[in-house]
């Protein structure tokens, strides 16, 4: 009949939740378990671990069954752990006599910091009562384990069945570490056997300090000793180190009975590498001179837990007095952002997302925020100096630093994570931050808190959607505090006073903070749609625009947009969706006056932000095509209007100009890449000039144009190296149709050219673009626009070798394309002389080069620092590749190209320059470039100085990815990079 009897009993098993349920059906039935019992083990997290472990519970003490049968409270408390924790279960088959604990009255009190510590130092033989308590006995860390274990299991009773809070376990917790602390010392104590020379004091840090700690978790220390009176300080600190030693041996040695948890005392000055044990005055020496900002943020959870307690507390007055200064340190909020970046890297890429802790939304970014604002704001408000996460987030709410429903929003989130990271580390009694992806122990989480109809489905969304929150609340209230200084919040909460508010835009960089506010101010004011998103929005935009060179001008121009685009939904949306956009746009408006300038042109532009793929420079195909649209719908009606026409090819060149100048702030584009765009877009915009010009030409003279007509880019255009400063440099070539008459066609031409100029040149909200034609035949002074057989005579009569040497960078542009050929043709034989330039134009070439050094440099410029004319400077590189050309591109094709880099690498390739020379000078060319490029972006203005001004430097530095304070290195930099090159022009091309 059993049999029959056992299978019935499985079956329903199997209903309740047993996973094993024949198994688990023989168990209760040797058991003897009724209804009652069998129904409790079934509600715990794990139904199988919780019988097998009661099984051999039983084994050990029989008298268990009874008792739980007996005693609903127990059967509560015991079923729980033991459902939860097999570490814990295994504990208490080794030890029966633990599991009254959880019996009576005392099982749901909550001891008292004093009765952990007097009954660990008991179990250990030390006398609580005495001043230096002595350990005894060989089992004395034996004995430890077992009566911490017990104690664990007592807290692991309450906290799984809801008599003790998130806040009251971690406090429990810390109180039973410190306890242990100090049985550890006094087994350290009773080792040693010694004089007596130095009193010690440990320091809890991290968790411990706070008294929020795990379940498993090592515990941060630091060691604090004094020698006592007319004792030698060397040999009392010998002695303390011993002492500090033989504790974190206590704790942490492995025995039968396992260990503790490791003692890290990390946290140290100079941490692994300094003494493990200082005196106060070492200490506070090392935190006023030495100290990082990090160690100052550790510093606030510091707490005296063990050893000598006067000695310990003159420590935490003392470094407290530190810690509510550190915000006023120079860099603060950038190094406390740095420390997140580092946190965040080191976590592993395919476990960031089950990470609990370090993971995005985890415990760590919401203690990281909470914090950062305690650091920030605990200097004149003493309300939220609190160690512990909780209570320091609620003071931060009471007044007025968070939001209320923030700030419940996240307590319930780091209440949730913390339970979930004590119900992962209460099952092996292991540290452990991660989610298992496993289901059934997923099924084991979500049953231990609560969940019975879909353990696993419910735990995963409550875990995603407290995750989620977290991680958008961390970024938020970085800067949530300034926003409440200049606007009134739903709910009427405290404002920070103006005083208190100008002192943190300051930290964070502005120069102006009182113009901060008031940009703040009128961006958040009212109760529209707009301005709860502007409060969403700038507490993370206020700290990008920090991280920025110029925060003042970032901030400004976001007003400046918000007021232009404000009220357009997409630009709402945008803002409350696509925080990358966001993000881009604060970086943009903070680097780049000359990007803000052309976003406030057009602010609808902003849009491209949210994408990379529309941040990519779009092919001149793409280009050419919509320019081509754009003038066919102007000039193909009657009104033909040719301002219109090229306005709107101005404006598409705008865009592109932006588009080109986000992607090289942002770093997406490197410089070559950079100067391909900007001459792809400028020589789109000559084209639609021309044709509307043409066109324009063709309706005044009530006939077609008797000519044709191009335009070759000279200098940087021709080179494909224009920057965002850059003039066009060009010639207009002209070629009479057959029969017409020349002077006719001549004319005709030059109304073009000078139309075409007019155009691109006009005032308009679009940069303008000058066509400059200096570099034509008989320069200033000679006609605009030549024939083809016009140039063709020049050269030949008259052509000089700088002539020659300008022809190096001409290609065709703009208008008829065969006649650029041509033209093309033409000069090949005079740039790219077959048997190359002989020894006389080389020198005429170094001579012109000298006089141009000595003459064309600015009055008062320094040469060192002068990026196109200066020693190692863009014009002494470009000298050297065009001295190479004219000398050897007539015999090498590899050389006959009109842009500079190529040019260097064809020249090593061919055996002319040694390849270490050709990239000295690449470098030097690139880093100039480069700069000339930033200082446009940053000042809206062209130049070709490095900067000599503190400000423009630094923001330049910043721009060109230099680090805060560093920009000096950038003048380092340059002036090796150049210093180099120039040594490289002297050799090569003097001679």
Wanted: aromatic share 4%.
């Amino acid at each position: 009949m059993a049999e029959p009897r056992i299978q019935t009993a499985s079956g329903r098993l199997a209903r309740l939740g047993f996973g094993d349920a024949a198994r688990a059906a023989g168990v209760v039935e040797s058991l003897g378990l009724d209804e009652g019992l069998v129904g409790a083990l079934a509600a715990t997290a794990d139904p199988d671990l919780a019988l097998g472990s009661l099984a051999r519970l039983a084994e050990r003490d029989p008298r268990v069954v009874a008792a739980v049968a007996a005693d609903t409270g127990l059967r509560d408390r015991l079923f729980a752990v033991l459902g939860v924790s097999a570490a814990l279960g295994d504990h208490l088959v080794r030890h029966p006599e633990q599991w009254r604990a959880l019996q009576g009255d005392d099982a749901v009190r909550r001891p008292s910091a004093a009765e952990a510590r007097a009954e660990l130092l008991e179990a250990v033989g030390a006398d609580p009562a005495e001043a230096e308590p002595r350990a005894s006995g060989d089992g004395a860390l034996e004995a430890l384990r077992v009566a911490y274990r017990g104690r664990l299991a007592h807290l692991a009773g309450r906290d799984l069945t809801g008599a003790a809070t998130q806040a009251e376990v971690g406090a429990e917790l810390a109180d039973l570490a410190a306890a242990a602390l100090e049985a550890g010392l006094a087994i350290a104590r009773a080792g040693e056997g010694g004089s007596g020379l130095a009193r010690l004091a440990v320091i809890g840090m991290g968790k411990c300090g706070a008294r929020e700690l795990n379940y498993i978790s090592d515990v941060d220390v630091i060691f604090v000793a004094e020698p006592k009176p007319g004792a030698d300080e060397a040999k009392a600190l010998q002695e303390a180190t011993r002492l500090a030693q033989g504790l974190m041996r206590a704790c942490s040695a492995t025995t039968p009975e396992g260990s503790l948890w490791e003692v890290d005392a990390a946290l140290r000055p100079e941490g692994r590498s300094g003494p493990l044990v200082r005196t106060l005055q070492s200490h506070l020496a090392y935190y006023r001179r030495w100290a990082k900002t990090w160690e100052f943020q550790a510093l606030l959870k510091a707490r005296p837990v063990a050893g000598d307690p006067e000695l310990g507390e003159r420590y935490a007055a003392a470094v407290d007095e530190l810690v509510w200064t550190a915000a006023e340190r120079e860099n603060f909020v950038e190094d406390v952002r740095a420390m997140r970046r580092r946190v965040e890297a080191h976590v592993p890429r395919d476990e960031a997302e089950r990470q609990i802790k370090l993971g995005p939304g985890g415990i760590r970014d919401i203690e990281f925020a909470v914090q950062l604002l305690q650091l920030v704001h605990g200097r004149t408000d003493p309300m939220l100096r609190r160690r512990a996460t909780l209570p320091a987030l609620a003071a931060l709410s009471r007044g007025g630093y968070v939001g209320r429903d923030d700030a419940r929003a996240l307590a319930e989130a780091y209440d949730f994570l913390r339970q979930v990271e004590h119900l992962l580390q209460l099952q092996r009694l292991r540290r452990t931050h991660i989610v298992p992806p496993g289901e059934a122990e997923l099924r084991r989480l979500g049953r231990a808190l609560g969940y019975r109809a879909d353990p696993v489905g419910e735990f995963t969304a409550r875990w995603r959607r407290h995750a989620l929150e977290a991680r958008r609340l961390h970024e938020k209230l970085f800067y949530r505090p300034l926003l409440q200084a200049v606007a009134r919040l739903p709910g009427d909460e405290a404002r920070l006073s103006p005083q208190a508010a100008k002192a943190r835009l300051e930290a964070l960089g502005y120069l102006d903070p009182e113009g901060a506010l008031r940009h703040i101010a009128a961006l958040t004011s009212g109760v529209s749609r707009r301005a709860a998103i502007q409060r969403t929005l700038l507490p993370v935009l206020l700290g990008w625009f920090a991280d920025g060179p110029d925060p003042d001008a970032g901030l400004l121009g976001f007003r400046q947009v918000s007021d232009a685009l404000g009220t357009t939904p997409w630009y709402l949306r945008l803002l409350r969706d696509e925080a990358a956009a966001a993000e881009r746009m604060s970086r943009v408006l903070a680097s780049s006056r000359y990007a803000a300038e052309l976003l406030l042109r057009a602010p609808e532009a902003v849009a491209m932000l949210a994408d990379d793929a529309e941040l990519a420079v779009r092919p001149r195909e793409s280009l050419a095509a919509e320019a081509r649209a754009a003038v066919q719908r102007h000039t193909a009606s009657p009104n033909q209007d040719a301002e219109n026409a090229v306005a709107a090819v101005r404006a598409l060149r705008r865009r592109e100009l932006f588009r080109t100048a986000v992607a090289d702030v942002l770093g997406l584009l490197d410089v070559e890449e950079t100067g391909d765009a900007i001459t792809s877009v400028t020589s789109v915009a000559i084209q639609a000039a021309v044709d509307t010009a043409i066109a324009k030409v063709e309706v005044e003279r009530r006939g077609p144009l008797p000519t044709r007509f191009a335009v070759i880019a000279m200098g940087r255009l021709g080179g494909g190296e224009a920057g965002y400063g850059s003039d066009a440099d060009v010639m207009f070539v002209h070629e009479p149709l057959a029969g017409a008459d020349e002077r006719d066609a001549a004319g005709a031409a030059h109304a073009v050219a000078e139309e075409t100029r007019r155009l691109l040149a006009r005032p308009a909200p679009d940069p303008p673009l000058t066509l400059d034609a200096g570099l034509r035949p008989e320069g200033r002074q000679g006609p605009l626009v030549r024939s083809l057989a016009s140039y063709a005579a020049y050269y030949a009569r008259w052509s000089s070798p700088w002539e020659s040497q300008a022809l190096l960078r001409a290609c065709f542009t703009a208008g008829d394309a065969a006649l650029g050929r041509r033209f093309i043709e033409l000069i090949d034989p005079i740039r790219y002389p077959p048997g190359g330039i002989d020894d006389a134009a080389v020198r005429e070439i170094r001579r012109l080069k000298a006089r141009m050094e000595a003459e064309r440099l600015p009055r008062g410029a320094d040469p060192a620092l002068h990026t196109k004319l200066g020693r190692g400077g863009l014009s002494d590189v470009e000298w050297v590749a065009q001295l190479l050309q004219l000398r050897h591109a007539g015999a090498e094709p590899a050389l006959r190209t009109t842009r500079t880099l190529p040019v260097l690498r064809a020249s090593v390739a061919l055996g002319l320059l040694a390849e270490e020379d050709a990239k000295v000078l690449a470098e030097a060319w690139r880093v100039a470039s480069r700069i000339r490029n930033a200082v446009m972006l940053v000042r809206n203005r062209p130049s070709d100085l490095v900067p000599t001004d503190a400000r423009d430097l630094s923001r330049v530095a910043r721009l060109l990815g230099h680090p805060p304070g560093s920009a000096g290195d950038l003048l380092d930099d340059y002036r090796r990079a150049t210093r180099r090159a120039r040594a490289v022009v002297e050799r090569v091309f003097y001679g």
